[in-house]
């Protein structure tokens, strides 16, 4: 069995034939188009018009990101995270460009419809279905995503209508997009904020330049008395701010998915080529160290593949009642988009100088996995971020109903209701500890309990003081020990959804003992930790996980040798 996407012989997670035969079309796009053209176009930089207008004439964009309100009746269309999750998993497996595309269409949109304007509501789904993309212009050059210091205004005429002023930098699609949401301050003697929008096509819309040197269009634009009215104000006020927030949350979760589109590409050109050398006499698959790599690879691979699934669960079960997708959805982000990296990395250090070579699609995932883990906010922020889940997490548990698997034909539609973006810190949890008990027959999952007990009564009994809270190089590697257990929890739930095999659930958990204790080794390390921390750490860092050759042999046989000559794209 392979877990790993195969587009020839592909196997969509959705039930109904509308998606099935959107994610059939893209992947007889891009086999036709051909690795070598697909190849030619990254090296040489070319904008993505061809895939532009494919999402346009089949109206791929219009069916995957139309809630069904402004939809005009099309049974296919509809605002599905498990859909778009897969969507962008599919993208990103044949190159990054095309899925950031698809992801800052998702981020101009986000504003759009959490605004009460239906006339940009109905604008934008017509948009939609005449093929168009979309941006969202937030970022400023000087403050990045500070939303705090923007500088971009919107002044009142006294006619009732406005002029906009000011810059704009990082904006993908910028240089194509129909609607711009863009974030300034109402210059009227409140300073509120205010999304407005705006066309590339309008001659007060200056295209500066690509900020970047992609394939990708990341604009920087200004706006010269930029002529605004009504119907292009999208909202104002505390609603401004929280839509820019509550659109990142969006956009946010959908950046795992893409990540592990592209190391499942890696994995496959990596496998095939090491499996066929034989290097001084041996194999290259069989010398212990390359086999390590491999299987830690597509364990972590798996492992990403597994908690993304589970997540997307609770972020469409969201309600104002239920935000535990809050904690899960930066987790994710900056979870699966580290993982993918390491790896990309693991892989590159069996094949070397070939992940250099042009003709593969490794040395373009090489230079584009990085990328993931720095958007919709860097890794330190969103570690940050999930640490204030963290006491609600382990010592005030809640009840909740159990959360099913949800591949239904609905509209995520609290997406755009989310409401305010405070009070994280009284966000609950359901209790994490039943899903290890009820796997702690396996030996890795029960050591791995022994690793949670210890580092939650150091949080108990020597927790950080004031001083080691507010210092990232303390509070960063406890974020990401807390982060190991979250993940941890949602691949054990996901695994018995899917009667995962349990001897590759024993593996996962093997890296995530060394992973919980790399990060204890961080903090022993650090000059302002205490002897008590140290002594949590010491009893973390000597917890090893229990091996099993045998096991790890058969997983190697099973699932992941049987990899090599799996997928290979069309060359063109």
Known sequence: MNFLLQPKKYKSLMADKGSKAIMDKTIAFFEK??????????????????????????????????PKQYAGGDPDARWDTARNSEYSELLAFYGLGYWYCFQVTILGLGPIWMSPNETAKKKAAKLLKEGAIFAFGLSERTHGADIYSVEATLTPKGDGTYVANGEKYYIGNGNEAEMVSTLGKVKDGTDDYTFFVTNYRNKAYELKKNVISHQEYVSNFALHDYPITEDDILSRGSHAWDSALNTVNIGKFNIGPASIGISEHCFYEAITHASNRILYGVKVTDMPHVRKNFMDAWLRLLGMKIYQRRATDYFRGANENDRRYLLYNPTSKMKVTLQSEEVVNLLWDVIAAKGFEKDTIFHMAAADVRGPSKLEGTVHVNVQLI??????????????????????????????????????????FHDYKPVFEANKGLPNVATFIKQIEIFKEMLEKAGPDKVQDM?????????????I??????????????????????????????????????????????????????????????????QYNKVWEKYVAVLNGEYAMNEE
């Open 33 to 66: 188009m051909g690795k070598t053209r697909l190849l030619d176009d990254y090296n040489k930089k070319v904008w993505y018009r061809e895939f532009v207008d494919f999402i346009g004439k089949e109206q791929i964009f219009a069916k995957l990101l139309t």
């Open 387 to 428: 640490r204030k889940f963290m006491k609600n997490y382990f010592f005030t548990p809640t009840e909740y109903a159990p959360a099913a698997p949800d591949f239904s034909l609905k509209d995520d539609s609290f997406l755009f209701n989310q409401g305010p973006t405070k009070g994280l810190g009284k966000v609950q």
């Open 471 to 483: 210092d990232p190089s303390w509070s960063l590697p406890v974020g990401e020990m807390f982060s």
């Open 485 to 550: 257990v979250v993940y941890g929890q949602l691949i054990l739930e996901q695994a018995k959804f899917d009667g995962l095999d349990s001897d590759i659930l024993n593996q996962i958990f093997d890296f995530m003992i060394r992973d919980f204790a790399h990060f204890a080794l961080q903090i022993y390390g650090n000059h302002s930790s205490k002897d008590e921390q140290r002594e949590y750490c010491t009893k973390i860092m000597l917890i090893k996980a229990v091996p099993n050759p045998e």
